[in-house]
């Protein structure tokens, strides 16, 4: 008697999703979904650089885990005029079964609270919502700090209605479980993760950040993969001790060592490093124009000293034009590889990849 067949897995549902990611990293973004799940992820095309919609088959919980998007969130279509109609029986009810499927992919706990974000939430429409939602689901409506984000806005990915887009975490994926120390100023995570990743991670780098501050880039590098060596340094001891924090946090500390030094004259061998990250001052939290204009020509110059050839170094600034004129003087020592033009925190700071030349 041959022996019963096995049934197939029921295939998962199709759902729509849309990543909110870093203007000017959306490439970055749209290939670590391609990477991660394959034929699961299905992108699709949206003009806007902060949005990235795709098809996914996968398990919606494993999209809490990327790196290179800020925001997951989970789009449902409703076929309505007006928001209005989210108040009806049968809306009302695919609204909560969405947050209660949604809520199911965290632990117990993970949503206490929720909020919505939409053009007349004030209204007394949406008022209306966010009493039958409390009602529903037992969650305290907070506008401010709402572990379930909600957002309603008119049909953007269909062509007509209105839809629902349901964040899929408590907090933004930008907002890394690893960080238990902050500082004011510090880099986004997601921008950090796509400053590693532009570095091609080997598993013989030695890796150096510059003025690591709280340690966003040495984390970000130490999770993303392997390497020989990593190490970070600072002036400051507070910075010092929130990146250790950190690290400890992200359970790296074991990998990593953490230095008092200057940035402009480091305690390193000559053309001993593989990779230097920095996230250097932009002039406004922290330093300023003045102190830059003699600081940027000696890090770019010490960073230059350290590196071995061939080397690649990875920096982030909003003093476009300081560091432009810098990269000119010292063509001879780096070569611009590549060039990117982010948003943070209402800013446009920019990526400057680097090779150094032999």
Same mark, same amino acid.
């Given at each position: ?30 290939? !670590? #979904?391609? =990477? %991660? ?7 699709? @095309?949206?003009? &806007?650089?902060?949005? $990235? *919609? ?108 209105? !839809? #629902?887009? =349901? %964040? ?7 907002? @890394?479980?690893? &960080?238990?120390?902050? $500082? *004011? ?109 003699? #600081? ?63």
């Amino acid at each position: 008697m041959s022996p019963p067949r096995r049934r197939a897995a029921p295939a998962r549902p199709q759902q729509l999703c849309e990543a909110e990611v870093v203007a000017g990293l959306k490439e970055q973004a749209a290939s !670590e #979904l391609r =990477t %991660r799940f394959g034929s699961d992820a299905r992108l699709l @095309r949206k003009a &806007r650089p902060d949005e $990235l *919609p795709f098809h996914f088959h996968g398990d919606l919980a494993a999209l809490g885990a990327i790196g290179k998007s800020n925001v997951i969130n989970v789009v449902q279509h409703f076929d309505i005029p007006r928001p209005a109609a989210f108040l009806g029986h049968q809306h009302l009810t695919r609204l909560l079964r969405q947050i209660d499927s949604v809520r199911s992919l965290q632990e117990s706990g993970s949503f206490r609270s929720f909020r919505i974000s939409a053009a007349g939430r004030d209204s007394a429409v949406m008022q209306r919502l966010k009493e039958a939602i409390a009602r529903q689901t037992g969650l305290v409506y907070d506008d401010r700090e709402g572990d379930l984000l909600l957002r309603i806005r008119k049909a953007d990915l269909h062509r007509n209605g209105w !839809e #629902l887009l =349901t %964040r899929l975490t408590p907090r933004p994926l930008s907002a @890394r479980a690893w &960080r238990v120390c902050n $500082l *004011p100023g510090a880099l986004n995570a997601t921008i950090a993760a796509a400053m590693v990743e532009m570095t091609h991670p080997q598993p013989d780098d030695r890796f150096f950040n510059l003025m690591c501050g709280s340690g966003t880039l040495l984390v970000e590098r130490l999770l993303r993969a392997p390497l020989l060596a990593a190490a970070g340094c600072d002036t400051d001891p507070h910075a010092l001790r929130c990146a250790a924090d950190n690290l400890r946090s992200a359970g790296a500390a074991e990998n990593a060592q953490l230095f008092p030094m200057d940035a402009t004259q480091l305690q390193l061998p000559d053309a001993g490093i593989d990779v230097l990250c920095a996230d250097l001052p932009w002039g406004q939290l922290l330093g300023s124009h003045e102190s830059n204009l003699t #600081l940027y020509p000696l890090v770019l110059a010490e960073a230059a000293r350290v590196a071995a050839p061939g080397a690649r170094a990875v920096f982030i600034t909003h003093e476009i034009r300081l560091m432009e004129r810098v990269l000119r003087a010292c063509a001879d020592r780096w070569a611009l590889q590549k060039e990117v033009r982010v948003f943070q925190g209402g800013l446009h700071p920019r990526i400057y990849l680097l090779a150094r030349r032999d």
